[in-house]
Nanobody, 125 residues
Framework: QVQLVESGGGSVQAGGSLTLSCLASGDTTGYYYMAWFRQAAGQEREAVASIYTGARSWYYADSVKGRFTISRDDAKNMVYLQMNSLNPEDTAMYYC??????????????????WGQGTQVTVSS
């Protein structure tokens, strides 16, 4: 079992920045992808970014490329999402996920084994 706790959400104006953090605990050994997903009100959950152990591989959704940066500190069992140039379309609940897949399935939430409770990000225009 892996427990995930997100933090760092909040309210910002368009153009602003936020950094989300996710702390993993429990059975965190091994090599696996950790990812960030988001879900806006009334919409399906969508993948934002994913990163492999040791940052050997990563993926980004087209909508966030060049604005968001995912990183992880395996020694601290942390994964981060630096979000810059935020716009109202980024408003959503952001979820951390662990033991997800990579490759062509990186964006599929159904392959992630563990989830956090989420942290809300609200971007006003």
């Amino acid at each position: 079992q892996v427990q995930l706790v997100e933090s760092g959400g909040g309210s910002v104006q368009a153009g602003g920045s936020l950094t989300l953090s996710c702390l993993a605990s429990g059975d965190t050994t091994g090599y696996y992808y950790m990812a960030w997903f988001r879900q806006a009100a009334g919409q399906e959950r969508e993948a934002v970014a994913s990163i492999y152990t040791g940052a050997r591989s990563w993926y980004y959704a087209d909508s966030v490329k060049g604005r968001f940066t995912i990183s992880r500190d395996d020694a601290k069992n942390m994964v981060y999402l630096q979000m810059n140039s935020l716009n109202p379309e980024d408003t959503a609940m952001y979820y951390c996920a662990a033991k997800c897949r990579g490759g062509g399935s990186w964006y599929e939430s159904r392959f992630c084994e563990y989830w956090g409770q989420g942290t809300q990000v609200t971007v006003s225009s």
